[in-house]
């Protein structure tokens, strides 16, 4: 793809010209800590002037290696090229009239799309808003509107945002819900299926979850189960084969609406367009965001017609929801989904990320398990020999890390786990380069 930060072959390491944050980043983040409440975190405070493909060029001129791409949300590059174009376009056209009031056709076109790609030849409908918080608790308003019921269950090591309700879905009480309650009422959270700490087959697993559900809030009041195909934040759980597709049976068979949040393993992610796929798993409702606009504010809810209309006319939207510009937006980022190729790449890396941090594992006992799918793969640290938690090494890594100039996202309920999640523009080489980094940083412990 098209470069102006990288000309000629992509280069595989960062170029750094000054230490890492530099003088005008850290000029620029203490007029920040001045202007802006230590709530909204930093992970990197670098300050970005552009960025292209898988890299950031900060304001010093350091260019980083970008294995977050945003927290999943370039997933096709940042600037890419079609994406801006799409953009502009229809940035020049309109940018706002809002679809409740004045409706546009690349919004009604996108939901055909969603409805084309998503799990299930069903027939579907989608709305959109502005956040991925925002695509959770419509899901739960349409489950509860659709069923008369009012429970919703998450599973432990969950994490669906920072609203009222989604911080009562989440895991974590610490950061995201410290100090805020009372949260929504009416939500439970059930295991998961942790197959390396729980060492349970996926059926095992979903007869402990329905087992739960049964018990702690009882079928006649369950309206939804809320569950990401991979867990994002969690660490990148991958649950069992026949997990989730065991807690959807379940969910058909009383009445109770399935909701995948697909926010950050969705829209190619994983090496298929819904991770969904990958447990052939068929959601009652799919929820989107991050990925699907490439870098704009979008998140779509899809989902089973006759549930989709449960809510009143007007009791969806909001003022920004399916904002013309990002809808544009997401069009493209379709487009050059619907060639295939980026299905290609997130093959590509997988394979190189899982070989290479195989080989660190063999060298370095701490790596306790690799796992993910496509470009959404991560490792957990670990007492060698055992499932128990490494505290305060991830953090070490990703902090070595960024002296070599490469953004590496910690995750984890227990903050041991680093996660790759590059855009899928990210080279073999530039892999290597950070698995280099990855093994100094466990060498230098
Ligand atoms: C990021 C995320 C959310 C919340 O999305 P926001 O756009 O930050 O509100 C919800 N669910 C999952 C799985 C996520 O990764």
Same mark, same amino acid.
């Given at each position: 793809m098209s470069s102006t930060i990288t000309t000629g072959a992509a280069p595989s390491a960062p170029q750094l010209v000054t230490e890492i944050p530099g003088p005008r980043s850290r000029e620029i983040n203490a007029r920040r800590t001045a202007a802006v409440p230590r709530g909204v975190g930093a992970v990197l405070p670098v300050y970005v002037d552009r960025a292209e493909g898988p890299w950031v060029?900060?304001?010093?001129?350091?260019?980083?290696?970008?294995?977050?791409?945003?927290?999943?949300?370039?997933?096709?590059?940042?600037?890419?090229?079609?994406?801006?174009?799409?953009?502009?376009?229809?940035?020049?056209?309109?940018a706002h009239t809002l679809f409740t009031v004045?409706?546009?056709?690349?919004?009604?076109r996108l939901a055909e799309r969603l409805a084309a790609r998503t799990p299930g030849s069903h027939a579907k409908k989608s709305f959109f808003v502005n956040s991925g918080a925002e695509a959770v608790e419509n899901a739960v308003k349409i489950a509860r509107a659709h069923t008369g019921r009012y429970a919703v269950a998450s599973l432990d090591h969950a994490f669906h945002g920072r609203t009222n309700l989604t911080i009562a879905m989440n895991h974590r009480a610490a950061p995201y819900g410290t100090g805020f309650g009372p949260f929504a009422p009416g939500i439970h959270r059930v295991p998961n299926?942790?197959?390396?700490?729980?060492?349970?087959?996926?059926?095992?697993? +979903?007869?402990?979850?329905? $087992?739960? @559900?049964?018990?702690?809030? !009882?079928? /006649?009041?369950?309206?939804?189960? &809320?569950?990401?195909?991979i867990q994002g934040e969690g660490g990148f759980v991958v649950p069992a084969d026949g997990y989730l597709p065991a807690l959807q049976a379940w969910a058909s068979a009383n009445g109770v609406v399935f909701v995948a949040d697909e926010i950050q393993a969705g829209l190619g992610r994983t090496g298929t367009w819904f991770a969904s796929e990958l447990f052939d798993l068929v959601p009652d409702l799919v929820l989107t965001a991050k990925g699907i606009a490439d870098g704009l504010p979008l998140a779509g809810i899809t989902g089973r +017609?006759?549930?989709?209309? $449960?809510? @009143?006319?007007?009791?969806? !939207?909001? /003022?920004?929801?399916?904002?013309? &510009?990002?809808?544009?937006?997401?069009?493209?980022?379709?487009?050059?989904?619907?060639t295939g190729a980026p299905f290609v790449e997130a093959a590509r890396i997988e394979?190189?990320?899982?070989?290479?941090?195989?080989?660190?594992?063999?060298?370095?006992?701490?790596?306790?398990?690799?796992?993910?799918?496509?470009?959404m793969i991560a490792f957990e640290l670990t007492e060698p020999g055992t499932t128990a938690p490494l505290a305060g090494l991830a953090n070490e890594i990703a902090a070595f890390a960024a002296q070599r100039g490469?953004?590496?996202?910690?995750?984890?309920?227990?903050?041991?786990?680093?996660?790759?999640?590059?855009?899928?523009?990210?080279?073999?080489?530039?892999?290597a380069f950070t698995l280099g980094v990855v093994d100094d940083a466990l060498a230098a412990r």
């Open positions: 060029v900060d304001v010093d001129g350091n260019r980083l290696l970008d294995l977050g791409a945003g927290i999943g949300v370039t997933t096709l590059g940042h600037s890419q090229p079609t994406v801006v174009a799409a953009a502009q376009e229809q940035l020049e056209r309109f004045t409706p546009y056709e690349n919004y009604v299926s942790y197959p390396f700490r729980d060492g349970l087959t996926g059926a095992e697993a +979903a007869a402990r979850t329905i $087992a739960h @559900l049964e018990q702690r809030i !009882g079928v /006649t009041d369950l309206a939804a189960i &809320v569950a990401e195909p +017609a006759e549930i989709m209309d $449960a809510a @009143l006319p007007g009791g969806l !939207g909001g /003022t920004f929801g399916g904002n013309p &510009v990002s809808i544009a937006a997401a069009h493209a980022v379709f487009d050059l989904l619907e394979h190189a990320l899982t070989t290479g941090l195989r080989a660190l594992a063999a060298r370095h006992d701490v790596i306790g398990e690799v796992r993910g799918h496509g470009a490469i953004l590496l996202l910690t995750a984890g309920s227990d903050g041991n786990v680093i996660r790759f999640l590059p855009s899928l523009e990210v080279t073999d080489e530039q892999i």
